[in-house]
């Protein structure tokens, strides 16, 4: 069992950064890939990033390539989301999910784990 809590989110301007966290409780949470997906008001969640168990490959949506970075600390147990360049267009609740698969792709419905989630608004 893996829980999952997103922090950082929050009200920035467009150009800005901000630095996402999702800490997971569970011992095993090294062997999980993890997901950073989004999901803005009436429209369906999309994969933002993933990163596999080791940090060692990753995979990025091309709306936000160049911009955002994920990686992870397993001794600690937190996946990060760091967002630079913000766009209005990335306003939206941001979750991060686990799975024992690294998919690399929209494949939410396959995440076993999910956050609560965490808003991130980017004012133009």
């Known amino acids: 069992q893996v829980q999952l809590v997103e922090s950082g989110g929050g009200l920035v301007q467009a150009g800005g950064s901000l630095r996402l966290s999702c800490a997971a409780s569970?011992?095993?949470?090294?062997?999980?890939?993890v997901g950073w997906f989004r999901q803005a008001p009436g429209k369906e969640r999309d994969v933002v990033a993933v990163i596999n168990w080791s940090g060692s490959s990753t995979y990025y949506a091309d709306s936000v390539k160049d911009r955002f970075t994920v990686s992870r600390d397993n001794a600690k147990n937190t996946v990060y989301l760091q967002m630079n360049s913000l766009k209005p267009e990335d306003t939206a609740v941001y979750y991060c999910?686990?799975?024992?698969?690294?998919?690399?792709?929209?494949?939410?419905?396959?995440?076993?784990?999910w956050g609560q989630g965490t808003q991130v608004t980017v004012s133009s």
């Open positions: 999910a686990a799975d024992r698969t690294y998919y690399r792709g929209n494949y939410y419905q396959e995440y076993d784990y």
């Open positions: 569970g011992r095993t949470f090294s062997i999980y890939a």
